[in-house]
């Protein structure tokens, strides 16, 4: 890669987000971690990312008002966005749907459990890299 991209990855899960960089600074990206989604958003805006790894459900501000909060900003509209859930679409017992995650302008949505390299696939097609 001729100059390293900015992944961040909001997810609540310590675990997971560990993987998903370890997985994505193999492959060269530079990446940083929020735990929630008002975290996340803080880290957007003091340093934007070249693309976003975004869970849906998390404490304090979830990953579809994140989505939608970024996408209506001129300033942060253009930086790809991968939803993650685990949402099964036959769940009923939660506020979140698959249709609502296709509903959102995400760039990109993957179900949970999603491989880190489905994940890394994904953001290499939407930042257009090798």
Same mark, same amino acid.
């Given at each position: 890669?001729? #100059?390293?991209?900015?992944?961040?990855?909001?997810?609540?899960?310590?675990?997971?987000?560990?993987?998903?960089?370890?997985? !994505?600074? $193999?492959?060269?990206?530079?990446? =940083?971690? +929020?735990?929630?989604?008002?975290?996340?958003? /803080?880290?957007? @805006?003091?340093?934007? *990312?070249?693309?976003?790894?975004? =869970?849906?459900?998390? *404490?304090?501000? =979830?990953?579809?008002?994140?989505?939608?909060?970024?996408? /209506?900003?001129? $300033?942060?509209?253009?930086? *790809?966005?991968? !939803?993650? %859930?685990?949402?099964? &679409?036959?769940? #009923? &017992? %939660?506020?979140? #749907?698959?249709? =609502?995650?296709?509903? %959102?302008? +995400?760039?990109?949505?993957?179900? $949970?459990?999603?491989?880190?390299?489905?994940?890394? @696939? &994904?953001? $290499?097609? !939407?930042?257009?890299?090798?």
């Amino acid at each position: 890669m001729s #100059t390293q991209k900015r992944i961040l990855v909001v997810d609540d899960e310590p675990d997971f987000a560990a993987i998903v960089q370890g997985n !994505l600074e $193999k492959e060269g990206f530079e990446v =940083d971690i +929020a735990y929630n989604g008002v975290e996340g958003m /803080e880290k957007v @805006q003091a340093n934007p *990312p070249d693309a976003i790894v975004l =869970d849906v459900m998390m *404490p304090e501000k =979830d990953g579809y008002a994140v989505c939608k909060e970024l996408k /209506e900003d001129d $300033k942060y509209c253009s930086i *790809p966005i991968i !939803l993650l %859930t685990a949402v099964a &679409s036959h769940v #009923t &017992s %939660t506020r979140y #749907t698959h249709a =609502d995650g296709m509903a %959102t302008e +995400a760039d990109d949505y993957i179900a $949970k459990p999603a491989s880190a390299e489905e994940i890394t @696939q &994904s953001i $290499k097609r !939407l930042l257009n890299v090798e």
